[in-house]
C-alpha cells in the first residue's frame, strides 16, 4: 500500500490507491475492480462508515482493520476517514473519444501539474458533460492519491485516456473535433461555434506547451478583469466547459 | 518567519507570510506595507529573481539573504523559489461594501477549509471582477500562507472584510444586496435578475450552514450531468461568478 504512492509502483502494478469515505463509495459503486480494503476500527464508529464496511464486505472484496495509530501511518490525509482502497488502474482506452455524438466536449491536460487541479479538472469534466479526459505526457499520474481523492470519484466514471500529444490530436481530429486551446486572450468561449471540442489546459504556471500552440484551431479564453492576469487552471476550464456544454 | 505559520501567531501580530516570485512581485507592487524579505542566496540566478531583488532593494526593504539550504527550512513549498516575505495584514474594513456601484458582486465564503480552495476563490473573485470578498467565521485564515500562495496576488487586491454572518447580512441587505446562496438544486444563475448580488459559498463537505440557508433570498447552482454530485468548491463558484458578471 505504501509503495503505491509513487507513480512507478502504481505503473508497475498497474493498482492506485483511493482514500476516504466518499471516495471509496464511488470506487466501490462503479465497476472497477477493487483488490482489497484497509479500514481503522473507529471507521464503523460512523453509520456511514459502517454502511460501506457492510458494502465492501457483501461485495466478498477483502477487508484489513487495523487499530487508528497504524491505520494512520498508511493514510495521506491530515484527518483520515478510516478507508483506503487498493484498486485496478482501468484500461486507457482510445474507444470513448473516437466515435462522438454530433455535439462532444473532450478535456485534453497538457502538463498540469498539481494533483489537486487535476483532480478538480476531472471532477468538472463529469459534471459538465464531458465525454472524457486526454491526460499528455508531462501531465501529473491521474491515479496519484490527491488527484483521486480530488476528483470525489468521477475518475472512476470518466473515461482518461493518456497519450502523447502527436497521436491524440491526429485521434481527436480523426473524430471531428477542432482543437481549441486555451488561453487568456483568446475568443470568448461563447462566439465558438464548432460541434465539437477538444478543449486543451496547460500548465499551472507556463500555459500551453509550444507544440500544443502551433496547432490549435483556435483560442478561447475568459475574458479578465482586476489586475488579476489570469485565473487558476481548473477555475478558467470550469467555466469553459460550462460554456461549451450548455 | 516560522511562527506566522500559525494564524493565532499571524492575528497577534498583524503579519503574514507571502512566498514565491510571482506573489512577493504582486505584493511589492501592492502598497501593503512589507516589512522585510528572506530570500536564498541563488534567488538571482534567474533574470526574474534578479529584478525581483533589485526593486526591493529600490524600495528600501529590508533584506536578509541566507545560503538556500537555510532557506528550505523556511519555506513552505516544496520547491522553493527564493523568497519570502513578511508583510502586514490590510484592515478588513466595511467601506467597499457598504455604496457598490448599480451592478456588483460579493463573494462570502461560508466556512470553506481549504486553503487551496479559498486561494483561488480570491483570485476568481478578483479577475472576474467581483467588490470584494466576506470571509465568515469558521472559514480558514484568509492569511494563511497557503491561500496567500493560491490566490496569486489577488489577496492584495480585493477587499476581505472578516465577519459575522448576522453582521454581515445586515451590511449586506443594507447596501441594496440581495442574499443568493450557491448550491447544487438552485435556479441556473442566469435566470437571477438582482443587480446586487452577495452569492455564499459553503464549505467543501457541508455546503452552507443553517444559519445561512434560512436567510437566503434565492439558491443558484450549476446544471449538473454524469454521476458527479457536485463541482469543487472552487469550480462552482468560478461558473456562477462568471454568469454574474458577464
Redesign the interface.
Known sequence: MRALRTRKNREASGRFLAEGIRVVEALVDSGLRTRWVLTSSSLTDSRRGEALMAEVTRRGIPVRTVADELFASFAATEKPQGVIAVAEIPESSRRPFEAPPSRAVVLVLDAVQDP?NFG?LV??A????AVGIVSLAGTVDPWNPKAVR?A???SF??PILQERWHAASSMLREAGYAIVGASVDGLPASELRERRVALVVGNEGAGLSNEVRDSLDHSIG?P?????????V???A??LL?EL?R
Do not use: D, P
Open positions: 489537486g478538480t471532477r468538472s463529469e459534471a459538465l458533460g480530488a470525489a470519484g468521477s466514471h470518466v475568459v479578465l478583469r482586476g489586475r488579476a492576469e489570469s485565473l487558476n481548473a477555475a478558467a470550469a467555466i460550462y456544454t
